[in-house]
């Protein structure tokens, strides 16, 4: 079955930086974009970055621009997430997905129901 685990995550400092990473398992990894989202508390889960096969795509939330970086390694069915510059906003459970379609749509990557299967979380605190 389709598995996605996350980790990575940490308690940092505001300016400080982190990596996240999903393995993937039970799909062809090769062939679907994968995505970042984050949910913090009393707040709804949002779009962080996806990420099209081979990587020819990537796109990413304004609030994350600049800041953070995804990437994959179809070798070792793992995609990750390089944040720098971290902010207190930051500070979230980020969750992997993965969807059926291998290039996402700038107009609607960001929506949930675009993920079939989520991992169980990884919590970012950035806090000093």
């Known amino acids: 079955q389709v598995q996605l685990v996350e980790s990575g995550g940490d308690l940092v400092q505001p300016g400080g930086s982190l990596r996240l990473s999903c393995a993937a398992s039970g799909f062809t990894f090769d062939y679907n974009a994968i995505a970042w989202f984050r949910q913090a508390p009393g707040k709804e889960r949002e779009g962080v970055s996806c990420i099209s096969d081979s990587e020819r795509t990537t796109y990413y939330a304004d609030s994350v621009k600049g800041r953070f970086t995804m990437s994959r390694d179809d070798a070792k069915t793992t995609v990750y997430l390089e944040m720098n510059s971290l902010k207190p906003d930051d500070t979230a459970v980020y969750y992997c997905?993965?969807?059926?379609?291998?290039?996402?749509?700038?107009?609607?990557?960001?929506?949930?129901?675009?993920?079939?299967?989520w991992g169980q979380g990884t919590q970012v605190i950035v806090s000093s």
């Open positions: 997905g993965t969807a059926q379609f291998s290039d996402p749509d700038e107009s609607s990557w960001y929506l949930m129901e675009e993920y079939d299967y």
